[in-house]
Each structure stands twice: as C-alpha cells, then as structure tokens.
C-alpha cells in the first residue's frame, strides 16, 4: 500500500451490510499511510454520510452519488490541500460540523463514459482467485470461465421495490448503454483481457426489451466462446420464450429472476413489486424448454408479512424447484438505509439491531449468512433464519439428490466434474474445500449446462 504513493484512497461501499468492511478498510488504510485522505463511497454513503463521518474519524470524505463527474475533481482538491465547498457529491468535516455538499449530478449519457480503467487492476491475480475456488460470483465451470469479470450496461430501474436501494444512487429513470457499446466493450475484454465470462450486474437489464435483444444478437454474431448470466436477477415478465431461447444461443449459461414473494398480497401491497407469479412460471416454463438452467431470489421477514405469507413464499419455491428445476436463494431481507423498508421498520420500532450500521465495528450481516434485524408483532427474528434454513436444506436434499442422479447417470459428466475438481485442488492444494465448494457452485447448480455441454 505504501508503495503505490496514493494521493487519494477511495473505498466502496455497495451495500448497508457491507459498511462495517468498509469501515475497517478506512483504518487499515490510515494505519498505513496517515497522511493520506480516505473517500468513502456508494449507497449507504449516498444515503446516510453524516453517519459515517460520526463512526470513522479515519475517513475524511462521505462521497454521495455517482462519481465519474465530480470525483476527480474532489481527489484533485485533497491532494491540493483545497476548498471541497464546491465539489458536488462531497460531505466533510469542518470545525466540528459536517458540511454537505451540493449533490452530484447523474451521467446523463453513459456512452460518453470511457470502459474501465481495467489496466490498473491486476486482473491476473484477480482470475487466480477463482481457480482458487474464491469466486465473488458463481457461474457455470467451462474452459476460460476463470476469466470473468463484472460488466454493468446500464443505470437506474424504473420499478420502486420497497427493499432496494439502488434507486438511491442511479434514479428511476434508465440510461444504458447502447447496442454498440456493450458489444465493442465485450470485443475489448475479449482481445485484450482473453475474458470468457460475464457477469451482468445490471440493476435490470430487461428495462427496454428492445435493446436487450439488439446486445443478445450482438453477443450471438460475434462471441460464440463468450458466456454471461445475470446474478442480480431479471424481472419474469421482461421474459417471453423468444427472448430467452435468443439469451441462450447468445451464451447464457443460466437466469436468475427477481421472485421476492410467492404471496401476490405481499408482492402488490409490501414489495411493491408489481409482478404476476403466472409470469414467473411462465419464465421458468420458457427456461426448461430451452435447456436453461434457472434461478430465483426470494425474500422473508418483511414487516406486513405473517408466517402464513412466508410459507407461501417456501411453497412456491418448493414448487419451482421439483417441476421446473428452478434453485432457490431465500434470504432474510436486509432493511438498508435509504430504502421504504427502512423507514418502515425504523418508524415502527421493528428493527432489533443496527442494519450494520455505522457505528458498528463488526460485521452482522452477509448475503449468504443473514442477521435478522426484524422483529414485528407477527414473527420474530430468529425465526426467519429457522424458516429460511429448513427450507434450504430440504432443499439442497433435493438439488443432491437430482446432482448424484445425474452424476450416476451420466458417466463422462461425472469424469469431467472430478477432473474440474482436481484440477482447481492442484492450483491451491491447501484449500481442498474452497475448491470443492467451488466445484458445487460452479457445476452441479447447472444441470442443463453440464448435459449441453456433455452432448457437444
């Protein structure tokens, strides 16, 4: 760290849950170069960075909002020693008071923006992590899918999801990049990088049909070694069976869709999510007829929601998973700063510890390992977890059992499985099960990949 000289640190923090890291990465980071000025950024700074500035003496700025168009202004001024009074987006300290800022301003036109500054990331040690069975995301084991990276073709979502903070930073209204952008910066990671796998982390990519289609037929024409998926879900309705036998010649390897509830009370009156389950089944439906592996995000613990419309949530997931084989992730929803979820739970005295909030110096909360925050007069906290595991594990008793079916059945899918394993234990042999962790997510979670690709 001392040896890179930094003028400015910036720090990211992308979600509420995520802030106590972030908050500790602040005094390493001060530890280590003392001099140095230290930027927090993302939504829970976007939405509450006077609270940060309260936790951590160590962080000098709270950075609200997007930063391609003022954040290099605000590094220049702290290197300088200047006058932050008029850099949009910066909230700071002086004499004792907190100062905000004016507000930064959205890129309106998100093609003008550059692609990434990938060559300041060692993205060769980066794709070394994956072989090492460390991967931030899952994604189907295929030869060249350790060369992955994250791409985000679009902002902001024009739904209003009562748990989702993403509105916060990006808006309603979407900007995305055109056609043509996506596809060229594909065509540069591809030849520069050698990446073989995407990783679209849109906030919804499906918001305009047409011009996801028009990236599909992109991907299609010009990549056939270039696979993606969607680990941030897509709305079931923006799927028809055209478009989703379009994302698999395109190199889809599977879809996540955004479910949330299996309860359309809840859906319509507390998520606010303005979705028919006849269109999740219909997704899942155009899914298996295409040979797609798909899966489904869920949610407990919204307050409103009761034991009954909780089990209605498992029920429908049960009931993906043994018709359409569709996998569930169920998780205990996180109240983040910033959203109508937390200022619902917040008003009603519902929340039973701080959302990682920032006076917290230890983390609380993981997405695959939930705290519960929320006790209402219908549940408590502990249970949600209670509820959420025994689902899961019935669960994966029925994803072992189709995997061991398979494996059982299929003999050089079996082979090519404990090869895939081997190979990935040879490259870091004092980490036997991350690897095999590795090799659960990233190959028995896609049965419909492994048997395509089995056939080919």
Aim: aromatic share 8%.
């Amino acid at each position: 760290m001392r040896a890179a000289c930094p003028d400015v640190v910036g720090i990211n923090n992308p979600f509420t849950d995520h802030l106590p890291f972030a908050l500790a990465c602040a005094r390493l980071v001060r530890d280590e170069l003392p001099g140095v000025p230290i930027v927090v950024g993302g939504p829970h700074a976007t939405n509450d960075p006077a609270s940060i500035l309260a936790a951590e003496p160590s962080i000098d700025v709270a950075f609200r909002g997007e930063g391609e168009t003022s954040f290099a202004d605000l590094a220049r001024r702290l290197a300088a020693g200047g006058s932050l009074d008029a850099v949009p987006g910066a909230v700071f300290r002086r004499d004792g008071a907190v100062v905000h800022g004016a507000p930064s301003e959205r890129v309106a036109d998100v093609d003008s923006l550059p692609f990434p500054a990938y060559h300041r990331v060692d993205l060769e040690r980066y794709f070394a992590l994956f072989e090492r069975g460390f991967a931030s995301k899952f994604a189907f084991g295929r030869p060249g899918s350790n060369r992955r990276v994250s791409i985000i073709t679009s902002r902001g979502c024009p739904y209003r999801c009562s748990f989702c903070d993403a509105p916060r930073l990006a808006g309603h209204a979407f900007r995305a990049h055109s056609p043509e952008y996506v596809i060229e910066h594909v065509r540069w990671l591809r030849s520069r990088y050698g990446v073989r796998h995407l990783h679209v982390n849109d906030d919804n990519v499906t918001a305009n049909r047409a011009r996801f289609r028009r990236i599909l037929e992109g991907l299609e024409r010009e990549f056939s070694d270039v696979t993606w998926d969607t680990p941030n879900g897509v709305r079931a309705d923006d799927l028809d069976e055209d478009l989703v036998a379009l994302a698999k010649a395109a190199g889809c390897t599977y879809m996540i869709l955004g479910v949330e509830s299996g309860d359309p009370e809840v859906l319509e009156r507390i998520v606010d999510k303005r979705l028919d389950l006849e269109a999740v089944v219909a997704a899942a439906k155009a899914c298996r007829k295409v040979a797609l592996d798909v899966h489904a995000f869920y949610l407990l613990g919204l307050p409103g929601e009761t034991r009954a419309t909780m089990q209605r949530t498992l029920d429908f997931a049960g009931f993906l998973l043994r018709e359409y084989g569709v996998v569930p992730h169920v998780n205990v929803v996180e109240p983040h700063v910033g959203t109508r979820l937390h200022e619902i739970v917040a008003r009603e005295g519902y929340l039973t510890a701080p959302t990682a909030s920032a006076t917290s110096r230890a983390s609380i909360a993981a997405h695959t390992h939930p705290f519960p925050h929320i006790t209402t007069p219908e549940f408590r906290a502990e249970e949600l977890l209670e509820l959420r595991d025994r689902f899961m594990a019935q669960s994966l008793r029925v994803l072992g059992k189709n995997a061991t079916r398979l494996l059982v059945t299929r003999p050089r899918i079996a082979v090519a499985t404990a090869l895939y394993f081997v190979r990935r234990w040879s490259r870091s042999p004092r980490e036997p099960l991350a690897s095999l962790r590795a090799t659960m997510l990233d190959r028995l979670l896609f049965p419909r990949m492994l048997l395509g690709s089995a056939s080919s």
